[in-house]
């Protein structure tokens, strides 16, 4: 398996107060690897620094990309962070609304994204706007629709698919199912397998949830007040988990 | 000739951290080894380690101490040391584990659960669930019920599916604790079936059986590790 992501002594600040510290971790090609840790920890900012959303303070984030050079996001110009996320990165952000154009119809906003690549062909766009809604169980009918008239599942998984017409290589989900009810959830859950699988795709999903990151992950990061507590697979974090906090996090799980 | 598996001054403790610091000590200088091909079982008293040894040796629990070295792909693995992707990649390949306990996933048919090993390989849906089909054939799970999520059904039903997923991807070593616990004699012994069929393909077994005859069946010898010091 070949390095995606390499993170190096990433550390992020909001004025005095420090939101990520020395974080450092290895991605490889189709991995999901979870961060999890409770509100405040800073998973999310993290998130935010890997995807160029953020700035972070210090730190290295070495991708490789799909031509074979390595790329520093953090030294990278705006433009070539904006054109890695709308072509070999997605972004599935918490609240769909924030990911999505609201005001444009299902079929625009995955149009959108080829056409941000360069794809001009009305014909192609259409019609890969319809393969892609159908395989996030998106009724074609609905392609003309605006996603106000979405339920909060389909828009989520209108967010993704939104992402996945580029193909994308490594997407950043941040809480992809935070806010939906459980049996929604549920097809969310089989659905992302399924592309991770199929398609091949690298995830690092940011969530509270450990059933979610049990589900959906091979590798998993826990942290705390912004650094690293541990990381390792999934299974041992949760089944034999070294540190303190860890085993505090996996403790207090509910079990049904 | 390399061992399947050689695992040298194993030491495991778990620290409580929070529980003052509790320490229970399960291994401190584990030493075996177990051939390619061989089949064993670990014997030993209930909360000796036995369950404990299979989880150290796939990983899922870290090892304080030692080595536990697994044939890998025509070389020598310490799982201990290594880093979490290569043990990814040592299960995909090398290693299967099986338990009585099947983790549902919801939406997920039967099929498609057994035949999940099958597609992290590579193979193709089709045939992958042909195979997966056949295996839940092997071990008594009604057609009419291949294409439903597990969730409902009963728990022998369950266990004999996550069998199923575990003898599917035919691995070169595999870790067996307690497969048949709780199924009836018929059962039993379609599992008992699916063991033999794979030590007849020279996979290498390591097994906690409850029943000493099933044991008698499908093992050369027995390790036990309450022999081992603590």
């Given at each position: 398996m070949k390095k995606l992501l390499s993170v190096q002594q990433?550390?992020?600040?909001?004025?005095?107060?420090?939101?990520?510290?020395?974080?450092?971790?290895?991605?490889?090609?189709?991995?999901?690897?979870?961060?999890?840790?409770?509100?405040?920890?800073?998973?999310?900012t993290l998130l935010r620094c890997l995807a160029?959303?953020?700035?972070?303070?210090?730190?290295?984030?070495?991708?490789?990309?799909?031509?074979?050079?390595?790329?520093?996001?953090?030294?990278?110009s705006e433009a070539v962070r904006r054109n890695l996320l709308r072509t070999e990165w997605g972004f599935v952000h918490q609240d769909a609304r924030d990911g999505l154009r609201m005001g444009v119809s299902a079929g625009a906003n995955i149009g959108e994204r080829l056409m941000a690549i360069g794809d001009r062909h009305y014909g192609h766009i259409r019609s890969s706007a319809e393969q892609w809604l159908g395989r996030v169980d998106i009724p074609i009918s609905r392609i003309d629709d605006s996603p106000w008239t979405y339920s909060g599942g389909m828009r989520q998984r209108?967010?993704?698919?939104?992402n996945l017409v580029t193909a994308p290589r490594l997407m950043l989900m941040d809480e992809p199912t935070g806010g939906l009810d459980v049996s929604v959830q549920a097809r969310l859950l089989d659905l992302m397998r399924g592309l991770v699988r199929d398609l091949g795709l690298a995830v690092i999903l940011v969530t509270h949830d450990l059933a979610v990151a049990r589900l959906l992950s091979s590798r998993m990061i826990v942290m705390q007040n912004g650094r690293v507590v541990e990381q390792g697979l999934t299974d041992q974090i949760l089944e034999d988990p070294q540190q303190p906090y860890s085993q505090l996090l996996v403790s207090s799980v509910l079990q049904v | 000739m390399p061992q399947a598996v050689s695992i040298q001054n194993l030491q495991k403790e778990f620290i409580l951290h929070n529980q003052g610091g509790t320490r229970i000590p399960v291994f401190s200088g584990l030493e075996t080894e177990i051939g390619v091909g061989e089949s064993v079982a670990i014997v030993g008293q209930?909360?000796?380690?036995?369950?404990?040894?299979?989880?150290?040796?796939?990983?899922?629990?870290?090892?304080?101490?030692?080595?536990?070295?697994?044939?890998?792909?025509?070389?020598?693995?310490n799982v201990v040391a290594a880093a979490p992707h290569e043990i990814l990649s040592l299960r995909r390949s090398t290693i299967g584990y099986v338990t009585q306990f099947l983790r549902c996933i919801p939406r997920v048919a039967a099929e498609d659960v057994v035949a999940e090993p099958l597609r992290d390989r590579g193979m193709a849906l089709d045939e992958a669930r042909n195979e997966a089909r056949e295996l839940l054939s092997r071990v008594n799970i009604p057609e009419r019920l291949w294409h439903l999520p597990p969730m409902t059904f009963s728990g022998g039903e369950q266990q004999r599916v996550n069998i199923a997923r575990g003898f599917a991807a035919h691995f070169p070593l595999l870790l067996l604790d307690e497969p048949t616990a709780s199924l009836d004699a018929e059962n039993r012994a379609r599992v008992m079936t699916l063991i033999e069929d794979a030590r007849a393909r020279?996979?290498?077994?390591?097994?906690?059986?409850?029943?000493?005859?099933?044991?008698?069946?499908?093992?050369d010898r027995e390790i036990d590790i309450g022999q081992q010091a603590k």
């Open positions: 990433l550390s992020k600040f909001f004025g005095e107060q420090l939101a990520c510290d020395d974080i450092g971790f290895d991605l490889y090609e189709g991995e999901v690897l979870a961060i999890v840790g409770e509100s405040g920890s800073g998973k999310t160029g959303l953020l700035p972070p303070n210090h730190g290295r984030i070495l991708y490789h990309g799909k031509d074979g050079r390595q790329v520093d996001i953090v030294l990278a209108l967010q993704i698919s939104r | 209930s909360g000796q380690g036995k369950s404990s040894l299979l989880k150290l040796i796939f990983g899922t629990y870290q090892a304080t101490s030692g080595s536990i070295n697994v044939l890998h792909q025509g070389a020598i693995f020279g996979s290498t077994i390591i097994g906690v059986f409850h029943h000493a005859d099933e044991r008698h069946r499908v093992c």
